[in-house]
């Protein structure tokens, strides 16, 4: 009880995310030049001719000779330029050299390795132990996009999305958070020189409107974003320590672990409940090397085995943790228990309406993972819809034997009865038609006459034994 209390008391406000671009095209970062140093006095510098490139430049420089790109820009900060070395000797530059500018066109949006979460004050943000899987790394649509200040910078925007949303996007320290401020921007000089590519960027100006959370929106860009992260480390996905690893929803290589999909209701915050879960169980310290992602995703129905067009929201939370060999994801899996029995036991409250639980760890054995319904939640429900398939079908198995009377609904002949018609004339022989029961005298088929020392009694419940004797 106290996890849900604590659930209820906390702020409602889902928070802004920001994510920053990391790699910058100034014209003092060491990497950009490909002697790995900033060019000095007695350098050439040179800029590829055909290579589009916006440069800023923060300080005055000295140098020897310069060759400019045929489509750029220079950005000047207050007091920055340059001059012609006039021979003397500067102490930071041993020996001349021509220096080139660095190959900046194959910085992809959908690199995960080329973000970072910032707070608004521009600060790396602490993930502790919240890490996001793989799609959700790259600005997502309800995000906030920051470009450093007082920097330059070469995106590629190539993209499987008609328009690539997100909320707002910060440029040299100007916010641009409406469609027509960001379309003011669009058609200045910078914007084609540090975009490029066959994507289509859209400012909304709008965050998430939804309290249990929106996806991220970046599902068309999946091969996108993990074939820039493979080639960022390099290698293929790593061999995880469990046999059969988990493939989160989003997520580019299989984990060991567990991960927990949750149906939801109109009630459930996803800020709030991800709080929870942090404060109230990540931070126990058994728990001490467990990351977790949480958010709303959304996944690809399946029809007979045939993939639908339509899909299901539903809360997804990936569990890892640094444990390694046989140990691998086992407090993953302990976590992931403790949160099923807090949603069972507060599952309504929480806006939960039922959850799955999905495990992979090294000890698992022949590479099995287990799965785990809710059944506090959903059993009553399940085993309710049961008993009534049950008893509906013995009402019907006694009505159609002929062990229950229904006189409403019961046809005008008798099913049993159905597959030998009886013409009236042989009816009319026999008395009376008894609907509860199918008994011939003998004979009758035959149309032979009953002897006389032969007794036949049918004994009827509607009439009394008196009413029998002729």
């Known amino acids: 009880t106290g996890l849900n209390w604590f659930f209820c008391s906390l702020p409602g406000a889902a928070a802004a995310v920001y994510k920053q671009w990391i790699p910058n095209t100034n014209f003092e970062t060491a990497s950009n030049w490909d002697k790995g140093r900033v060019p000095c006095a007695s350098d050439v510098v040179h800029f590829e001719k055909d290579k589009v490139v916006s440069v800023f430049v923060r300080s005055h420089h000295a140098l020897a000779d310069m060759y400019l790109p045929l489509n750029g820009e220079l950005v000047l900060a207050a007091g920055a330029g ?60 309800y995000d906030d996009v920051v470009f450093q200040p007082e920097t330059s910078f070469r995106v590629n925007i190539d993209s499987s999305q008609p328009v690539i949303h997100v909320r707002s996007i910060s440029v040299m320290g100007q916010e641009l958070n409406t469609s027509a401020s960001w379309a003011g921007y669009l058609g200045g000089p910078s914007a084609p020189l540090q975009f490029h590519g066959n994507g289509t960027l859209q400012v909304t100006g709008t965050g998430c409107p939804e309290k249990s959370g929106c996806a991220c929106g970046n599902a068309l860009d999946g091969p996108r974003i993990c074939a820039a992260l493979l080639r960022a480390s390099g290698r293929e996905c790593p061999e995880p320590a469990c046999q059969s690893p988990l493939q989160p929803l989003g997520h580019c290589c299989g984990v060991c672990g567990a991960t927990i999909s949750l149906d939801f209701t109109p009630d459930f915050d996803l800020q709030k409940y991800r709080d929870t879960l942090v404060q109230e169980l990540l931070s126990q310290p058994k728990y001490a090397g467990v990351q977790m992602a949480i958010s709303k995703v959304h996944k690809a129905q399946t029809f007979l085995g045939v993939l639908s067009r339509s899909s299901t929201p539903l809360i997804q939370i990936v569990l890892i943790d640094d444990r390694a060999g046989v140990q691998a994801g086992t407090a993953a899996e302990q976590l992931a228990a403790d949160i099923m029995e807090n949603i069972a036991q507060h599952g309504e409250a929480l806006g939960i309406s039922s959850g799955r639980m999905e495990v992979a760890t090294g000890s698992t054995a022949s590479g099995q993972v287990g799965s785990y319904p809710v059944s506090r939640i959903t059993a009553g429900t399940v085993m309710g819809l049961l008993f009534s398939l049950l008893f509906l079908g013995g009402i019907l198995f006694l009505y159609r034997k002929g062990k229950l009377r229904l006189p409403a609904l019961r046809p005008s002949q008798p099913w049993d009865r159905m597959e030998d018609p009886v013409s009236p004339e042989s009816a009319s ?14 004979g009758a088929d035959l149309g032979e006459e009953t002897p006389k020392d032969l007794q036949v009694f049918y004994l009827n419940p509607l009439y009394d034994a008196s009413e029998t004797e002729t």
């Open 429 to 442: 022989d026999k008395g009376f038609d008894n609907p509860m029961f199918n008994v011939e005298p003998p």
């Open 82 to 141: 340059f001059t012609a070395f006039d021979g003397s000797w500067d102490p930071g530059c041993d020996s001349a050299g021509t220096v080139r500018f660095a190959d900046a066109e194959h910085r992809e949006w959908f690199d995960p390795t080329l973000w970072q979460d910032v707070l608004p004050s521009g600060e790396l943000k602490s993930s502790g132990p919240i890490f996001s899987v793989d799609e959700e790394r790259v600005p997502c649509r």
